[in-house]
């Protein structure tokens, strides 16, 4: 059975450091990997998704890098501002129908 | 594109009634959809994955008789809640999934959630 852990699983920083969130997962048979923000209350934003067979997705300040073998992902944000405050989900796909299994969660405060 | 809107985005409903909850793909078919329950502060949980024109497929620990799953349509998938309580009082999440154009991996594209309260 597919489990996800995220670590930490609260972070509070100053603005403009750069952070790495991690993630990890048990089985390394995973189709693709996802990082999603949550805001309270709110949806879901997707982040960035990485495909099986890549190595690392970038979007603007963030990077995310997998590695299946050791079943692990991180997300670095660059440069954290106040409105990157809030909780960061990493998610699996694997399984029938490509199911995700998300994590606990990594709630990031980040303050002026 | 991809979007995914969910209808009503807040309800408050009392014990014992049944309360149906809309997910909609805006501009893409689903091949599946899949419906998640929140908890205060906590992960989402995969309740169930449902394909159009068939039977959903419930996780361990989901009663498929209390949540009501309907596929009717590559665009609309309904979660019914019957005879809510108030432990049923989440945020109940739905995603849709397409298929991307190559590589043959899938992204899932999320609702914006809907508040439910059982009072």
């Known amino acids: 059975k597919q489990e996800v852990t995220q670590i930490p699983a609260a972070l509070s920083v100053p603005e403009g450091e750069n952070l790495v969130l991690n993630c990890s997962f048990t089985?390394?048979?995973?189709?693709?990997l996802q990082w999603f923000r949550q805001d309270p209350g709110k949806g879901l934003t997707s982040l960035l998704l990485i495909q099986s067979s890549q190595r690392e997705q970038t979007s603007g300040r963030l990077n995310a890098s997998l590695d299946k073998s050791s079943g692990r992902s991180t997300l670095y944000i660059a440069a954290s501002q106040p409105g990157d405050s809030a909780t960061y989900l990493c998610a699996v796909a694997s399984g029938g129908y490509n199911k995700l299994i998300f994590g606990a969660g990594t709630r990031l405060a980040v303050h002026p | 594109g991809a979007v995914v809107s969910q209808h009503p985005s807040r309800v408050i409903c009392k014990s014992g009634t049944s309360v149906k909850i809309e997910c909609r793909s805006l501009?893409?078919?689903?091949?599946?959809m899949f419906w998640y329950r929140q908890f205060p502060k906590q992960s989402l949980m995969l309740m169930a994955t449902?394909?159009?024109?068939?039977?959903?497929?419930?996780e361990q620990g989901v009663e498929k008789d209390k949540f009501l799953i309907n596929h009717a349509s590559l665009t609309l998938s309904t979660l019914t809640v019957t005879s809510a309580h108030p432990e049923d009082s989440s945020f109940y999440i739905c995603?849709?999934?397409?298929?991307?154009?190559?590589?043959?991996?899938?992204?899932?594209?999320f609702g914006p959630g809907t508040r439910l309260t059982v009072t």
């Open positions: 089985d390394s048979a995973i189709y693709n």
């Open positions: 995603s849709a999934r397409r298929a991307f154009t190559s590589g043959g991996d899938y992204e899932q594209y």
């Open positions: 501009d893409f078919q689903a091949t599946t």
């Open positions: 449902s394909n159009e024109g068939s039977k959903a497929t419930y």
